[in-house]
């Protein structure tokens, strides 16, 4: 939502129509695919960062295990 705010100072207005602001066709695909990466990028940080938690979470679970037997 704070990526949307942020881009609509940078939209053109094309003109005031009976549908109110229209803008322009090329500007709002560059938007939305503007924002399928950002949400793309998003989702496979978030894995990556899972996936490191979980092997430093491996880790530390055979260091306590070694240190008990």
């Given at each position: 939502m704070e990526v949307v705010?942020?881009?609509?100072p940078f939209l053109r207005l094309v003109k005031w129509g009976a549908n109110g602001l229209q803008y322009d066709l090329a500007?709002?695909?560059?938007?939305?695919g503007f924002l399928?990466?950002?949400?793309?990028?998003?989702?496979?940080?978030i894995?990556?960062?899972q996936k490191?938690?979980?092997?430093?979470?491996?880790?530390i679970f055979?260091?306590?295990t070694m240190k008990l037997i």
């Amino acid at each position: 939502m704070e990526v949307v705010i942020a881009l609509v100072p940078f939209l053109r207005l094309v003109k005031w129509g009976a549908n109110g602001l229209q803008y322009d066709l090329a500007e709002s695909v560059f938007v939305t695919g503007f924002l399928i990466v950002i949400n793309f990028l998003n989702r496979h940080f978030i894995f990556l960062l899972q996936k490191l938690w979980m092997r430093l979470y491996a880790k530390i679970f055979v260091i306590k295990t070694m240190k008990l037997i």
